[in-house]
C-alpha cells in the first residue's frame, strides 16, 4: 500500500515570516512556492532531503470556513496544533548556532533516555524539538 511519508502540514500566521523564520534562520530550504489562486503552496525540506517536505499553510479557505480560520490561528498561537521534530547530529552545537542567530529557545538541551534534544517555538507558537538521538 504506502511506501512513503512525503508531506506534513502545520499552520503559520504569515508565510513570508514562515520563510524567514525556516529558511533563513533554521536553514531549511523551499521546495515548492505556488501560487494556486486559492492558495499559496510553500513548502520546505531539509536540505538534500526533497522526499520529505512540510507545507507551510495560513489558516483559511478553501479548507476551512472564516469562522473555522479565527478558531485555528488562535489554536496556532497556543502551541496547539502539532509539533515538528528535527533530528541533528550535535544538539548543543545546533542551539548555539541557532540562539545567536535570535532564536529563542523554550528549553536547552537536555540529556534524555533516547538522546539529547531541545525545545523552541516558531514565530507563530508552533512547538518544535530538536534531538540529537543516542548512537
Known amino acids: 500500500m504506502f511506501n512513503a511519508i512525503t508531506h506534513s502540514q502545520i499552520y503559520v500566521l504569515d508565510q513570508d515570516e514562515a520563510l524567514d523564520f525556516y529558511v ?3 536553514g531549511l530550504e523551499v521546495n515548492s ?3 494556486l489562486g486559492f492558495m499559496r503552496w510553500l513548502t520546505i525540506n531539509v536540505p538534500g532531503q526533497p522526499e520529505r517536505q512540510i507545507l507551510l499553510e495560513k489558516p483559511g479557505g478553501p479548507s476551512m470556513s472564516a ?3 479565527a478558531q485555528v490561528r488562535d489554536l496556532v498561537t497556543k502551541g496547539a496544533m502539532g509539533a515538528v521534530i528535527f533530528s541533528t547530529d550535535d544538539c548543543r552545537k545546533t542551539y548555539e548556532t ?6 529563542e529557545f523554550t528549553e536547552e ?4 533516555p533516547y538522546g539529547i534534544d531541545c525545545a523552541l517555538r516558531d514565530p ?8 540529537q538521538p543516542k548512537a
Open 24 to 26: 533563513g534562520k533554521l
Open 109 to 112: 538541551p537536555t540529556e534524555r
Open 67 to 69: 469562522e473555522t480560520a
Open 98 to 103: 541557532l540562539s545567536g542567530l535570535g532564536v
Open 124 to 131: 507563530f507558537g508552533n512547538p518544535i524539538r530538536l534531538t
Open 33 to 35: 512556492d505556488v501560487d
